[in-house]
Nanobody
Framework: QVQLVESGGGLVQAGGSLRLSCAGS????????VGWFRQAPGKEREFVAS????????LYADSVKGRFTISRLNLINTVYLQMNSLKPEDTAVYSC???????????????WGQGTQVAVSS
């Protein structure tokens, strides 16, 4: 069993930056791939970025490439999402998820956090 807790969300002006954290519990967390997903009001959940268990492989949605960076520090069971050059369309609830493979599909993740709100004003 893995439990995930997100933090770091907030309100920021367009062009600003935020760093989200996903803290995982359990000794096995370092063996899981972790993905970030987001859901805006009235829209479906969408993939943002993912990182393999070792941290050697990453995937990004086209909409965030070059602006967002995913990383992890297994020593403290934490995955980060550094978000730069934020746009109003990045406004959403951001959730992290853990699964056995790096994937853009939410169905491939077994454990989910509650999410953290990110709001970008224009």
């Amino acid at each position: 069993q893995v439990q995930l807790v997100e933090s770091g969300g907030g309100l920021v002006q367009a062009g600003g930056s935020l760093r989200l954290s996903c803290a995982g519990s359990g000794r096995t967390f370092s063996g899981y791939a972790v993905g970030w997903f987001r859901q805006a009001p009235g829209k479906e959940r969408e993939f943002v970025a993912s990182i393999s268990a070792s941290g050697s492989n990453t995937l990004y949605a086209d909409s965030v490439k070059g602006r967002f960076t995913i990383s992890r520090l297994n020593l403290i069971n934490t995955v980060y999402l550094q978000m730069n050059s934020l746009k109003p369309e990045d406004t959403a609830v951001y959730s992290c998820a853990a699964g056995r493979i790096t994937s853009t599909y939410g169905a491939n993740y077994n454990y989910w956090g509650q999410g953290t709100q990110v709001a970008v004003s224009s």
